[in-house]
């Protein structure tokens, strides 16, 4: 009997389906917040570490209203895992290797990419990376309220996925769950789903309050 | 026996009414976005090309409260075809005839009219149209990240429909799908109604960052 | 038998519900874009115009979760009408005596005075009245889009409010349904709700507009 | 039979859980409002005086998701109260000592703490205090709208609640139901919590005011 599943083996269908409620959830709140304006940004979470299974938002839907099946299930490098196929096929992002290469850095349980117009314009003011210290709101992320300089790495944009990954890699920084990507938007990640959307709310803050204070 | 669908023949009843509830929830969410104050704007969809045929948001009306059949049916000159005429009659506003000619000028299949403050603004900086370059953002209208200049064009305003028409012919940029109205507004295009909903969200977060870019 | 309606006359019992549905209807819309914080501003609805009776939204609650009847029916100099008094009874706004004249001088059908930051920041910016022309978006106040200075007067603010009366009605501009008070708001005004409504929305849009414009 | 109340004396039960729903109904308001981004800020609102009991929103949750047990119950040195505790158990933020000692300094019903944008770019510009006069909204915090200069104290930063609430004792304007911690936030309270949400919204759209008009 074909089902809903079909094709998807019982012990991926379960979590699979809870990541697509997840991410359908999540990139409606920032889509109500403009920050996935278009079909822009593309979300993730961790499925299973060993071997790296992500579940990524599908490309060119409206972030506003995601079904739980519009994911592609990736391996570690961004390539749709076949046994996982969608019924309707859908298409990964091109930065879901990116989101992979991002967990298998950090240890990041989701990974959050979106579009807000004070990433890139903070991207833009601040190239070699933007400065932020002696903010109440960097606790938010993990950082001190005092006397700490925190950088938010900046990196050049680029449609080479290995390239941009990188930059990424190299531009990362300790304890910093944050990278701006310069004329594109930000990579913001945590330990779950919950975390990543607090850190992305906090280093929106974090930038808005930056370009609002010179 | 009469119906509320009296006078509309069987074959063209149905598109009409998905029609209107294309445009009630598109204007709603740009209602709900602060893009279409007061009754400002109107949109259309495409309803056939041979003859054409369009679906324009009825005049005078709160563009965040439309009802399914808050709609005109026009031809290309953008008069309303007598025997889709609606109960209770509507206007369609005076701008419809400049849809249907972007209809037949681009092959869109909805065209979308809001009068955002980015865009009046944008207008009235850059009189001679609005260049945009390395902008990821610029992918969500087809165009490229990279080493590519993106111009927006801009045009005069006028209460001549026939003479705002023939600028915006004038000034359309192949690729682009999108013309800013100085002092006015912008009209916004794509091959669906979801395709123009998206352009319209990115064209004015491209707006919205060169106005603050400078 | 104690009826809800208990003192009211049968004949005014409709309207007086009819009236606070759209008070309570238009406040929470206003409220929900920021325009009434805490409890500012207040509403009103002509109820009859001889003698002259307004529905005005009651001082002191909030205006996103106005009741039907959160209101106070009031005279011509603002007075309560003893005869259509609310259980529990409700204070009308000190300027109810203000929305009452203005419907003596305009014939609105609805004043609506919110605090918006725009309106504020325009009326201390230009004390002597705010100017404005060629914009399309005039048109939504019934004014011309082209070749037409439209000012909006701004008066002083005063707690006395036969003063502030006084000053509007010397500072009225023929055909211009909004007054800005310096330092305290605007008052706006249609001949039926959802124009005062649309009113509003449009005098906002071109305030703000005007404030990023120089 | 063990109950969900199990462990919290009859007599206490019911005001703890309503004030729960309405920690978590004024939290979701100031999170949909931008105010409370990731998890920062938090609530209270007070149960008895004598001893005094607060009850505030637990620490490091989504202020926008709190459920009516997503609270501590507090003595007045900010340190919970063992026989209202929790089933799982939250944490108070450490700041819940500074909302007892408000409570005790000024006698208010609510205090709420929020991380807004305005309050910290404000408490930068003036860290001597921010100066407000001639401006209607003062009366929203019971203040005189005209030839009065009110000040919204600011204090410094510190993670040492003891110090932050002497700051805080040493700061405190009469009749101002404010203050602004500087690179941090704002404490507002008032009698109840709906007049304390009301002094949230007028003190930020004075800071709002205030930023925008220099």
Redesign the interface.
């Known amino acids: 009997m074909t089902t809903p599943d079909a094709g998807i083996p019982a012990s991926v269908s379960d979590p699979v389906h809870a990541a697509g409620a997840i991410l359908a959830r999540e990139a409606a709140r920032f889509a109500g917040l ?1 920050w996935m ?4 940004g593309n979300l993730s979470v961790v499925l299973s570490r060993d071997p790296l299974r992500l579940a990524v938002t599908a490309s060119g839907l ?1 972030k506003g209203e995601l079904a739980t099946d519009d994911l592609v299930v990736v391996d570690a490098t961004g390539t749709p895992v076949p046994e996982a196929a969608s019924t309707p096929p859908r298409r990964p992002s091109a930065e879901a290797g990116l989101h992979a290469r991002v967990v298998a850095l950090t240890g990041a349980g989701a990974v959050f990419h979106v ?1 807000t ?1 004070a990433a ?2 903070a991207g ?1 003011r601040w190239p070699a990376g933007i400065e932020l210290r ?4 960097l606790k ?1 992320i993990g950082r001190s ?2 006397d700490e300089t925190v950088t938010i790495p900046v990196i050049d ?1 680029s ?1 080479d996925m290995t390239e941009l990954g990188d930059r990424l890699e190299a531009a990362l920084v300790p304890g910093v769950p944050a990278v701006v ?1 310069a ?3 930000m990579y913001v990640w945590g330990e779950t789903p ?1 975390q990543a ?3 992305v ?2 280093v ?2 974090l930038l ?2 930056r370009m ?2 010179d």
Chains 1, 2, 3, 4 share one sequence.
């Open positions: 403009g304006r278009g079909t822009s409206d579009h117009l890139v314009r833009k002696d903010l109440e709101m938010g309220a005092h944009n449609q990507v004329s594109h938007g919950i959307r607090h850190h709310e906090i929106e803050w808005e309050y609002a204070e």
